[in-house]
């Protein structure tokens, strides 16, 4: 048996661990964040801090979604298959209307990991 006074130390990697677990939930944003649950209720995707902000939405068809560059000194683009923002950029909007559904994984060609993916369901 352990004794019960040792509890609290053994308890102390227990909540270590749990908050390591968090901290990586909240950094991922960028990267596992896109296989989050998608955002619903939102169009707008802002590129800053080296991820995509909410990293995955849902959309119905026929959406417009703006991605919004507000990262300062550092360029982002929006590159999936069938739809690109063109160079790297540093400020400014890029849109692209959402005509089918599906699920489109799109990623920044600058950095690895920064990824996003909008889900888009039947009008
Ligand atoms: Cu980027």
């Given at each position: 048996?352990?004794?019960?006074?040792?509890?609290?130390v053994?308890l102390?990697?227990?909540l270590l661990?749990?908050l390591?677990?968090a901290?990586?939930g909240?950094?991922?944003?960028?990267?596992g964040?896109?296989?989050?649950?998608?955002?619903?209720g939102?169009?707008q995707?802002?590129a800053?801090?080296?991820?995509?902000t909410?990293?995955?939405?849902q959309v119905p068809a026929g959406?417009?979604v703006t991605?919004?560059?507000?990262?300062g000194?550092?360029p982002h683009?929006?590159?999936?298959?069938?739809f690109t923002?063109?160079?790297?950029?540093?400020?400014?909007?890029y849109t692209h209307?959402f005509?089918r559904?599906?699920?489109?994984p799109?990623?920044?060609t600058?950095?690895?990991?920064?990824?996003?993916?909008?889900?888009?369901?039947?009008?």
């Amino acid at each position: 048996m352990i004794p019960v006074r040792r509890l609290p130390v053994l308890l102390v990697p227990l909540l270590l661990a749990a908050l390591v677990l968090a901290g990586c939930g909240g950094d991922d944003g960028g990267g596992g964040g896109a296989a989050a649950a998608p955002v619903t209720g939102v169009t707008q995707v802002a590129a800053k801090d080296n991820r995509f902000t909410p990293a995955a939405i849902q959309v119905p068809a026929g959406t417009t979604v703006t991605w919004t560059f507000k990262d300062g000194f550092v360029p982002h683009d929006v590159v999936a298959d069938g739809f690109t923002s063109g160079e790297p950029r540093r400020k400014g909007t890029y849109t692209h209307t959402f005509d089918r559904p599906g699920t489109y994984p799109y990623r920044c060609t600058v950095h690895d990991g920064m990824t996003g993916r909008v889900v888009v369901t039947g009008s």
